[in-house]
């Protein structure tokens, strides 16, 4: 798993202001239960200040996984479908990898975040899909070749 941090790994500072903090990821896989997978924190920034030199350092990362990986990357939702393409365009099918984008649009920290539910569904995906590049939020998974934020209704379609 590959954190570069966007809405799941925002927390409220003292000040009351929102942050991106370290990855949410790992509690939410031990609360779960998930075993079997290593986090790899990579950025932590908002997924609009990603850059190509970003992009390319996750699809450097992706590339040096084992053939056959599942990987998920926990990834702001705003340009999350943009990384997913770039993505697919640099590795694509590569040594036959299930590559699976995740977020949420309300923080791991917030009571009703829709963190761990996209977490575990990102998860069972990369463990079970085909070779590819993929989006998964909301309990869909996505091409990631189609997949837009539907920005108005906070949603992928």
């Known amino acids: 798993m590959l954190t570069t941090g966007g809405s799941i790994d925002k927390i409220y500072t003292l000040q009351g202001e929102m942050e991106i903090g370290p990855p949410a990821a790992g509690a939410l896989l031990e609360w779960a239960g998930?075993?079997?997978?290593?986090i790899v924190p990579v950025l932590t920034k908002d997924s609009l200040d990603l850059t190509s030199a970003d992009r390319d350092r996750?699809?450097?990362?992706?590339?040096?996984?084992?053939?056959?990986?599942?990987?998920?990357i926990t990834h702001g939702t705003d340009t999350m479908p943009e990384t997913g393409r770039y993505l697919l365009k640099r590795i694509g099918h590569t040594d036959a990898?299930?590559?699976?984008?995740?977020?949420a649009v309300q923080p791991a920290a917030m009571s009703h975040s829709d963190a761990a539910f996209n977490?575990?569904?990102?998860v069972l995906a990369a463990r079970t899909l085909l070779p590819g590049v993929y989006v998964a939020m909301h309990g869909t998974v996505f091409d990631v070749a189609t997949v837009r934020k539907d920005k108005t209704r906070g949603r992928f379609v």
Request: net charge neutral; with cysteine.
């Open 58 to 72: 996750l699809a450097e990362l992706v590339d040096g996984c084992p053939p056959k990986a599942a990987v998920v």
């Open 34 to 38: 998930v075993t079997g997978h290593s």
């Open 119 to 122: 977490l575990g569904s990102a």
């Open 97 to 103: 990898k299930t590559v699976v984008l995740t977020g």
